[in-house]
């Protein structure tokens, strides 16, 4: 697997192989002030990442862009730590667990399928074709192109 | 008491979620998917309840309230990946372009010349980006979120399972080109099978995952508008 990058490897996994919430030891044996004092610093933690997508939303709204808010919000999120305005330790433990567990705020919206059931039975055919051409092409065109782009990169030693 | 069947329905979607992510911790099978075992839990038991539709819409209002600030999130990764963002800007933005447009424009296709119905059209156009941002494509273009949802899953799904073999099949080699392609084409799921391979094609899927989700969205207009004029 080669070297390690701490940094990333944690939050990426969120996405497709949530890990188990880890509870160490000092954060159990923390006196209960700094148990406090680290819970209300998540929940604002928490409120400025729901400021921005609000924002984001506002800002979508406002300008008539037919792009949804939390793109905008991505996008104004990014600046704002490239700019610095945002210090990475502001969001940085609220959006590492949030996407930890971004799977299960899909399980609600999945349930509306209770009434697609229909389309399914109907048009089943016609969507797993769909699916399959265009997710084998996407797959082709998207690392064709990319290799083609990186023959003249050396590789990277890890 | 609608209190309760908020409180109820909560605990029935906290409750699927759990029991999936352990099943698929303990064997760890792309076709063991969290969204979808958690999901037809949950409508197993509100149907066997006799529980309408209608009666959930409370408790998933709750619950989808955070997905927003947590997608808005997705900017954390990417900032601490920016100097990875720099090295292979060319790479990475000829291939998430391409791979997003070639996504929407052959699903489009497909599903237009078969005749399936305008609202389940753009549901499918975001097929290959997560969740978030393929439910917010499809409500703003007229389509449906939970659709859009099934139609993701199923291309990750997809993606994962046969991705990595597609692309040794098709001699694609480079990590950074695998990595792209398996976050373009397959999202999270994607992203996971990336990081088994290793952790450059994982970082490089993650990336892309993202930047698919923020292309698919700037070019969705322009390709219903293509698709779906009068």
């Known amino acids: ?158 | 008491m609608p209190q309760l069947m908020i409180a109820f329905t909560i605990l029935l979607t906290v409750g699927a979620y759990l029991l999936s992510k352990a099943l698929y911790l303990r064997y760890r099978h792309p076709l063991l998917n969290i969204v979808l075992l958690g999901a037809a839990i949950v409508i197993a038991t509100l149907l066997a309840l006799n529980i309408p539709y209608q009666s959930y819409l409370p408790g998933r209002r709750i619950m989808t309230s955070l997905l927003g600030p947590a997608t808005v999130g997705l900017a954390v990764p990417l900032y601490r990946q920016r100097s990875l963002l720099r090295r292979y800007a060319p790479a990475i933005v000829a291939g998430v372009s391409l791979g997003s447009l070639a996504s929407m424009l052959v699903a489009g296709l497909i599903a237009l010349v078969a005749g399936l119905p305008r609202e389940v059209v753009p549901s499918v156009l975001p097929k290959s980006v997560t969740i978030p941002f393929a439910v917010e494509i499809a409500r703003i273009h007229g389509g449906s979120p939970g659709l859009a949802s099934a139609f993701v899953v199923a291309t990750g799904t997809l993606g994962s399972v046969f991705g990595g073999t597609l692309l040794t099949w098709a001699g694609i080699k480079d990590p950074v080109a695998r990595g792209l392609a398996m976050g373009t084409g397959a999202h999270g799921q994607g992203t996971a099978m990336a990081f088994m391979e290793g952790e450059q094609q994982g970082s490089m899927a993650g990336l892309a995952m993202t930047l698919a989700g923020i292309t698919t969205a700037s070019i969705a207009p322009l390709m219903v508008r293509l698709l779906l004029r009068h």
């Open chain 1, 1 to 158: 697997m080669g070297r390690r990058n701490p940094a990333c490897e944690d939050v990426w996994r969120g996405w497709g192989l949530p890990s188990q919430s880890r509870f160490t030891l000092e954060r159990v044996a923390a006196p209960p002030e700094a148990f406090v004092k680290k819970k209300l610093r998540f929940l604002g933690q928490v409120a400025l990442l729901a400021g921005i997508y609000l924002l984001g939303n506002k800002i979508a709204a406002f300008v008539h862009l037919p792009v949804p808010g939390n793109v905008v919000g991505i996008i104004l999120l990014y600046a704002l730590l490239n700019l610095g305005v945002v210090p990475l330790e502001y969001v940085q433990d609220a959006a590492d667990f949030l996407l930890r567990h971004l799977v299960f705020f899909f399980i609600p919206v999945a349930v509306d399928l209770m009434n697609w059931g229909g389309v399914f039975y109907r048009y089943g055919l016609a969507l797993a074709l769909a699916i399959l051409v265009s997710t084998i092409l996407t797959f082709l065109g998207t690392g064709y192109i990319a290799q083609w782009l990186q023959k003249d990169e050396k590789p990277c030693p890890n």
